[in-house]
């Protein structure tokens, strides 16, 4: 059993640049698909930043030139590094493991809440 456990959220000015992490109990992330998710009220859940086990990334468009995810597999953390916050940006954000080989073998932390304020 693997547990991620994310940290940096709270509230944040509109344009501001806070940085999430995520942090797994075992090593058996530097293997795995990374993701961060969000949902904001009424809205369905959304992949906004994935990272593969080789390094490579996507991005939702909206957030394309804003947010960058990278990770550390040295530390099994996962970070989403967030610029130019907007409104629009308030959610719940979620980290997400899952393996390449199995979509059913995946895990999710709790979720930290961003609120951007205007």
């Known amino acids: 059993q693997v547990q991620l456990v994310e940290s940096g959220g709270g509230l944040v000015q509109a344009g501001g640049s806070p940085r999430l992490s995520c942090v797994a109990s075992?090593?058996?992330?530097?293997?795995?698909?990374m993701g961060w998710y969000r949902q904001a009220p009424g809205k369905q859940r959304e992949l906004v930043a994935g990272?593969?086990?080789?390094?490579?990334?996507d991005y939702a468009d909206h957030v394309k030139g804003r947010f960058t995810i990278s990770r550390d597999n040295d530390k099994n953390t996962v970070y989403l590094e967030m610029n130019s916050l907007r409104s629009e940006d308030t959610a719940l954000y979620y980290c997400?493991?899952?393996?390449?080989?199995?979509?059913?073998?995946?895990?999710w932390g709790q979720g930290t809440q961003v609120n951007v304020s205007s």
């Open positions: 075992r090593t058996i992330l530097s293997i795995m698909n």
């Open positions: 990272v593969t086990p080789g390094g490579s990334t």
């Open positions: 997400h493991a899952q393996a390449p080989w199995n979509k059913d073998l995946q895990y």
